[in-house]
């Protein structure tokens, strides 16, 4: 059984590489301009890690985002 707090994770890594294909941006790529790094963003991506607000941020900024919304 999957834990809400790793569906959380899972979601939220799922919606993020959703944004960095549409963005046309490779998983190092986009690391590179968040300023993080590629096997942090990785562990990320696969719902692995619990980014802070921070990074969160540095993401999004990356992304070139003004505001995204994760389902």
Same mark, same amino acid.
């Given at each position: 059984? %999957? &834990?809400?707090? &790793?569906? !959380? +994770?899972?979601? =939220? /890594?799922?919606? !993020?590489? /959703? =944004? *960095?294909?549409?963005?046309? =941006?490779?998983?190092?790529?986009?690391?590179?301009?968040? /300023? !993080? &790094?590629?096997? +942090?963003?990785? *562990? %990320? $991506? *696969? /719902?692995?890690?619990?980014?802070? +607000? &921070?990074?969160? @941020?540095?993401?999004?900024?990356?992304?070139? $985002?003004? @505001?995204?919304? !994760? *389902?």
């Amino acid at each position: 059984m %999957v &834990s809400k707090r &790793s569906k !959380i +994770y899972t979601d =939220f /890594g799922n919606e !993020i590489k /959703g =944004f *960095r294909e549409k963005a046309g =941006f490779s998983q190092s790529e986009l690391a590179e301009k968040a /300023g !993080i &790094s590629a096997n +942090y963003y990785a *562990r %990320v $991506e *696969r /719902g692995e890690e619990n980014p802070t +607000y &921070s990074t969160i @941020h540095k993401i999004v900024k990356a992304l070139g $985002e003004d @505001h995204i919304t !994760i *389902r």
